[in-house]
């Protein structure tokens, strides 16, 4: 069964602070790794896609990177704000496209 | 562009009634669209895959006589949820794929969630 496991659960930082979200998958075969960001009771809006032959993507305050050889995604916030709260997920699409969900990490940054 | 609606955003009803959300791409026409429920503090789960003028494919685990999809056209799905009960009040989430030629549908926008609550 393809899992998708999220460390923390949840965290708690000062503004400002540069802070890195987990994400393991135990299958390696994937086809892209995404990572999403939800607000309460909403939707999801795509952050950052990263490609099986890719090893990192950056958008402004955000980078994230991608090894298959261990499974594992991290995703890098710079510079936090209060802003950036939120709950992150990040989800693996096998070669069938579809999506495989962690729990997510719920992130506050306190100003 | 790239947007995804669902309608109702919310929505409260008796058990053993029927529900129905729509899930539409406004700007773009989409060949493959999926259904995801999502409980408290749980990931979002696939439920079933829904492509344009075909039957669509369930995720193991899933009623398919229960959780009816039909999508009809490129630009809409429906979900219905047949015979609810307080167990299948949750946080539904559509999203949709381009369709793009020749192009493998690796991306998905994401509906902005039906929260359905069964009395």
């Known amino acids: 069964k393809q899992e998708v496991t999220q460390i923390p659960a949840a965290l708690s930082v000062p503004e400002g602070e540069n802070l890195v979200l987990n994400c393991s998958f135990t299958d390696s075969a994937i086809y892209n790794l995404q990572w999403f960001r939800q607000d309460p009771g909403k939707g999801l809006t795509s952050l950052l896609l990263i490609q099986s032959s890719q090893r990192e993507q950056t958008s402004g305050r955000l980078n994230a990177s991608l090894d298959k050889s261990s499974g594992r995604s991290t995703l890098y916030i710079a510079a936090s704000q209060p802003g950036d709260s939120a709950t992150y997920l990040c989800a693996r699409a096998g070669s069938n496209y579809k999506l495989t969900f962690g729990k997510g990490t719920l992130l506050t940054v306190n100003p | 562009g790239a947007v995804v609606s669902q309608h109702p955003s919310w929505v409260i009803c008796k058990s053993g009634t029927s529900v129905k959300i729509e899930c539409r791409s406004l700007d773009f026409q989409a060949t493959t669209m999926f259904w995801y429920r999502q409980f408290p503090k749980q990931s979002l789960m696939l439920m079933a895959t829904?492509?344009?003028?075909?039957?669509?494919?369930?995720e193991q685990g899933v009623e398919k006589d229960k959780f009816l999809i039909n999508h009809a056209s490129l630009t809409l799905s429906t979900l219905t949820v047949t015979s609810a009960h307080p167990e299948d009040s949750s946080f539904y989430i559509c999203?949709?794929?381009?369709?793009?030629?020749?192009?493998?549908?690796?991306?998905?926008?994401f509906g902005p969630g039906t929260r359905l609550t069964v009395l």
């Open positions: 829904s492509n344009e003028g075909s039957k669509a494919t369930y």
């Open positions: 999203s949709a794929s381009p369709r793009t030629s020749g192009v493998v549908p690796d991306t998905q926008y």
